[in-house]
């Protein structure tokens, strides 16, 4: 039976174009404005990698008592100006001539770029591959994350490991806001809402990533052996439903933690204090 689509006459041609494909003209037939969302997603990342990239390499105004950016925490170069009670581990002394802010953000940043979610995001967003459902892709051919560079995707599981170590950092962190500036305890301010806000989310995205959720239940094959690690793999399972919204939630939590602490670092305005 005719179907009025003749195959492809592409001589030579790759993926969508191979002669075993069906020959229509237009690139595609979605009548919706496809090119929205993946737009979104690029002009989001796009703004949120311009900004951390002028924090990372600003090296200042990062600190505020008791506030310290999740940028520059925890400070491991002799260069970090932190006052007295930072968390100053001052591992690399004194010849780290850059920011301190280059050693640390590395760790989540690696996370966050070989994430599954994040992962179909800048897929999407910046390489076009593809940018949205039934539209054809603009590379000859795919070749997936069997290739340089993309088979360091790989080593998620491993970045895992360290945004999990930074989390605990950013947690000792937020302990540290419920001081005042003289480092007593039984502050609380606006940064101290803002850094609790920021530390939740930041656990829910970690704890809901798909390398979590296989630590926790993975290579089991009787659950009913393992009742603790299933409950477990249930409760992963669930936040892992929401790994998008936490995705973004964070994205947007810690540049507002670290826009906070510039805001006060560079006397913008004082903390206001609840008690």
Not at 79 to 87: I, L, W
Not at 96 to 102: C, D, E, K, T
Request: aromatic share 18%; charged share 15%.
């Amino acid at each position: 039976m005719a179907t009025g689509i003749e195959p492809s006459s592409h001589t030579g041609a790759t993926g969508v174009h191979t002669t075993s494909r069906a020959a229509i003209p237009a690139r595609h037939l979605r009548t919706d404005r496809w090119w929205l969302a993946p737009a979104c997603t690029a002009a989001g990342l796009l703004a949120f990698i311009v900004y951390s990239t002028w924090r990372a390499f600003a090296n200042a105004d990062y600190y505020h008592a008791p506030y310290v950016s999740p940028f520059y925490s925890p400070c491991l170069a002799e260069n970090c100006h932190t006052m007295r009670g930072g968390p100053n581990w001052e591992i690399f002394g004194s010849w780290w001539g850059l920011s301190p802010a280059l050693l640390i953000l590395i760790f989540p940043l690696g996370f966050r770029l070989t994430c599954y979610y994040y992962r179909k995001a800048y897929y999407r967003g910046f390489w076009a591959s593809p940018p949205a459902c039934a539209v054809a892709e603009p590379h000859k051919k795919y070749t997936g994350e069997t290739r340089f560079p993309l088979i360091l995707q790989n080593i998620h599981r491993y970045f895992f490991y360290f945004a999990v170590l930074v989390a605990g950092v950013l947690t000792y962190d937020t302990a540290l806001t419920f001081r005042d500036e003289h480092y007593a305890w039984g502050h609380m301010g606006l940064g101290t809402l803002i850094f609790l806000a920021n530390i939740v989310l930041i656990w829910a995205y970690t704890v809901s990533c798909h390398s979590c959720r296989h630590i926790v239940g993975g290579r089991l094959k009787h659950f009913s052996k393992h009742p603790v690690r299933y409950r477990l793999w249930g409760w992963v399972g669930k936040l892992n439903e929401r790994h998008m919204l936490l995705a973004w939630s964070s994205l947007v939590s810690v540049a507002v933690a670290d826009f906070y602490v510039f805001l006060l670092a560079s006397g913008a305005f004082p903390d206001p204090r609840f008690f």
